[in-house]
T-cell receptor, first 114, second 116 residues
Framework: DAGVIQSPRHEVTEMGQEVTLRCKPI?????LFWYRQTMMRGLELLIYFNNNVPIDDSGMPEDRFSAKMPNASFSTLKIQPSEPRDSAVYFCASSFGGGAYGYTFGSGTRLTVV | AQSVTQLGSHVSVSEGALVLLRCNYS??????LFWYVQYPNQGLQLLLKYTTGATLVKGINGFEAEFKKSETSFHLTKPSAHMSDAAEYFC??????????????FGQGTILTVHP
């Protein structure tokens, strides 16, 4: 398996633009997570899905952020409009069995909003 | 609800010395516990995990951790540090049931520095 695949690896955008981050989980995993990592706040859970259904989105910062999982093999995290404070590394992770077998992380997307 | 506290944001050891990174957790249900390592500009790599069974778990690169329920701790150790161990280490917890089922929560991380 190729692991959790995120794209793009790097994204530089101007303030106010829409940004879409993409994630392909490991085949057979039924849970998917989006995390944001910054120096100030560490690793924050933004949202997670179980069987393609959003279970907990309490970590989503505000309405500018939205996430979807239209099927078991694809998820997106969208920021519209983007702001400089959204600059961070965004990680996607997937798991099976409620995490009993561990969580596998993608390589992350480094987002810079100028 | 669940949470993780890592004691010490920075730990510095000499090469060959014992590594001890401390982690305490809070969970209202039996926890699953994890240690991840992150090298600069890279993603998170699983070092080891505790789910059920033996409370002393061994991971990659010579690391091990012991689950102590009475102390709500899951400290990470390595008998002899190597220069290549320099990285940031994250302790994490998820719930084996209840409302925290499957939800992975991280500590703030501990940066390990290894001196020659």
């Amino acid at each position: 398996d190729a692991g959790v695949i995120q794209s793009p690896r790097h994204e530089v955008t101007e303030m106010g633009q829409e940004v879409t981050l993409r994630c392909k989980p490991i085949s057979g995993h039924n849970s998917l997570f989006w995390y944001r990592q910054t120096m100030m706040r560490g690793l924050e859970l933004l949202i997670y899905f179980n069987n393609n259904v959003p279970i907990d989105d309490s970590g989503m910062p505000e309405d500018r952020f939205s996430a979807k999982m239209p099927n078991a093999s694809f998820s997106t995290l969208k920021i519209q409009p983007s702001e400089p404070r959204d600059s961070a590394v965004y990680f996607c992770a997937s798991s099976f069995g409620g995490g009993a077998y561990g969580y596998t992380f993608g390589s992350g997307t480094r987002l810079t909003v100028v | 609800a669940q949470s993780v506290t890592q004691l010490g944001s920075h730990v510095s050891v000499s090469e060959g010395a014992l590594v001890l990174l401390r982690c305490n957790y809070s969970s209202s249900v039996p926890p699953y516990l994890f240690w991840y390592v992150q090298y600069p500009n890279q993603g998170l790599q699983l070092l080891l995990k505790y789910t059920t069974g033996a409370t002393l778990v061994k991971g990659i690169n010579g690391f091990e951790a012991e689950f102590k329920k009475s102390e709500t701790s899951f400290h990470l150790t390595k008998p002899s540090a190597h220069m290549s161990d320099a990285a940031e280490y994250f302790c994490a917890v998820s719930g084996a049931g209840g409302t925290s089922y499957g939800k992975l929560t991280f500590g703030q991380g501990t940066i390990l520095t290894v001196h020659p």
